[in-house]
């Protein structure tokens, strides 16, 4: 069974810094991508980090230049830096693991951690 487990969110100011971390456990073969996603109520779930099945990272538009994603291979944690952050970076912050697809819609979702960015 897959368990993806998020932690690290938290209420900061603006222009603050916030690492998000997630575990992922239970994945059968070791090629699988791992994504990051944030929703805020009444609006559609974003997209805005993924490390690809080959390591590849990409980031939304809206993140790109203050957000990155790393991995510990080691302790199978996929971390999500965020620096200079703006009120409308508040959000449930998702992650998400799948061995194909980690921008639409992937298969292995954690509970979420939530963000609140104060200005």
């Known amino acids: 069974q897959v368990q993806v487990v998020e932690s690290g969110g938290g209420l900061v100011q603006a222009g603050e810094s916030l690492r998000l971390s997630c575990t992922v456990s239970?994945?059968?073969?070791?090629?699988?991508?791992l994504g990051w996603f944030r929703q805020t109520p009444g609006k559609e779930r974003e997209s805005i980090a993924v490390?690809?099945?080959?390591?590849?990272?990409s980031y939304a538009d809206s993140v790109k230049g203050r957000f990155s994603v790393s991995q510990d291979h080691s302790k199978n944690t996929l971390y999500l830096q965020m620096n200079a952050l703006k009120p409308e970076d508040t959000a449930m912050y998702f992650c998400a693991a799948d061995y194909v697809d980690c921008y639409y819609n992937p298969n292995e979702w954690g509970q979420g951690t939530q963000v609140t960015v104060s200005s």
């Open positions: 239970g994945l059968t073969y070791n090629i699988y991508c």
């Open positions: 490390i690809d099945t080959d390591g590849t990272p």
